[in-house]
C-alpha cells in the first residue's frame, strides 16, 4: 500500500511521516530522489536520495521514474525500483510529495498498487510562521515561492482521499494512524 501525504511546505508531511514510521509497523519511508543540494538535518538515502542535476537528467531519460516534477526549481522524482522493491517486500510506504506527484502516481499506479492519498491544511498565516520559525531558516524569496504556490496546492485538494486540518499534530497522527490501518484492513478483506 502506498500512502501519499501532500501539502504546502511547511504543512508538517515530513514530521507526520517520521512520527508514523515510529509508531506503525510495517510502515517505512520512500524517499525522493532530488538535485537540490542537502539542508543541515537532511539525511541523504533517508530524507532525500541526493544526485546532481545530470545524475537526475540522466535517470529521466533511463526511465528510471514513476515522476517527476521541478518543485521550488530543483527536480524531485520517485524511483521505480526503490519504491517496486518495498512494494514486493509488503511494505506500507509513507511517501512526501508534492500535488503534481500525487497526480502522476494516481495516473501511472491506481490500477496496480493500493493508493491513499492525505492532504494537509494549514492555513495561509500559519503557514508563514512556520516557514519563518523552521530551523532551517528559508531566505524571504524562498518563503514567498512557497506562499505563492499555496493556492495552486490548496485547488487539487479533490484529488484527494482525505483532507486533514494540520493543527495538533498528535491528533493528526492518530487521524492517520487509523486511516492507514482502516485502509490496509479494506485492501486486505474480501468481499
Known sequence: MLVLLSG???AGKDTIKKQLIERVNNVESLPSFTDRQPRANDVPG???NFVST???EQMIRDQELYEYSVHHEHYYGTSKKLMNEKINNGKI????IE???VENLLKVLKNDVKIVTI???VPKEELQRRL???IDKPSLK???LRLNRFDYEESKIGMYDYIIKNNDLEKTVQIIMTIIENEYNLKNAEF
Open 93 to 96: 510506504i509513507v511517501k512526501d
Open 54 to 56: 545530470e545524475e537526475f
Open 119 to 121: 492532504f494537509l491544511r
Open 142 to 144: 524562498e518563503i514567498q
Open 132 to 134: 519563518e520559525n523552521r
Open 46 to 48: 533517508k530524507t532525500y
Open 99 to 101: 500535488v503534481n506527484g
Open 8 to 10: 504546502v511546505s511547511g
